[in-house]
């Protein structure tokens, strides 16, 4: 079984941060591999219309996981999925062979109860917690931590997560990381023009991703 982080977000543009802290959780949880679900919409999100396109955003997402054991993927777009529980069920069907893990940042423990299915998702993977500033507080009083508070495991066994019984949850302690996707597009509001009229391989499906319009 080949152990497989999955973290999703729209890296809009994809960023040092996001690596730093994908290297921090597989070097944490002994992680073979870790993919970047580059999502083709948020579904909690009104459409964004600083949010550039998919392909676009998956030839940042490549440009930035160069060298390493991360692999950008729009599989999602594949899929033909949503949700993330959807999206999630998918993976683990279409991939037996590999132990998946959720990872999230503790923004989106605070919002997870707005999730569709979010036990199904606890039931369905382990989750790793990434701890960020300004969050934490929010996170740990979030209605989903009354569901899942008997479920935390200590970050002391996190090498044992493979073992768990799900639903369980670990939290994983990052240095604070002031890079953002936020900042990039103010100081770079046309960043994605560079990726223009370019089809992007999409490293999990080995899929053209081209954009249409």
């Avoid at 079984?1 to 809009?12: E, V």
């Avoid at 870790?34 to 998919?54: E, I, R």
């Avoid at 503790?106 to 036990?119: E, K, P, S």
Wanted: with cysteine; charged share 25%; aromatic share 10%.
């Amino acid at each position: 079984m080949k152990t497989t982080g999955l973290l999703g977000g729209s890296f809009n543009p994809a960023h040092g941060a996001h690596r730093s802290i994908s290297l921090f959780a597989m070097k944490e949880l002994a992680l073979d591999e870790l993919w970047w679900l580059v999502s083709p919409g948020n579904p909690l999100k009104a459409q964004d219309k600083d949010m550039a396109p998919l392909p676009a955003r998956l030839a940042s997402a490549r440009e930035m996981a160069r060298r390493s054991a991360i692999r950008p993927t729009a599989i999602e777009q594949t899929l033909g999925t949503r949700y993330t529980y959807d999206t999630l069920l998918a993976l683990v069907r279409r991939y037996p062979k590999r132990q998946f893990m959720w990872i999230m940042g503790a923004d989106n423990l605070a919002q997870f109860h707005l999730w569709r299915d979010w036990r199904k998702i606890a039931r369905l993977l382990p989750i790793a917690v990434i701890a960020r500033p300004g969050y934490d507080d929010d996170a740990f009083a979030a209605p989903a931590m009354a569901w899942l508070r008997r479920s935390v495991r200590p970050a002391s066994q996190r090498m044992n997560w493979t073992n768990w019984s799900t639903p369980a949850l670990t939290f994983l302690r990052y240095r604070p990381d002031p890079r953002s996707a936020t900042a990039i597009r103010m100081a770079r509001p046309h960043w994605h023009k560079q990726y223009a009229d370019h089809c992007v391989r999409d490293t999990v499906t080995h899929k053209l991703v081209c954009q249409t319009d």
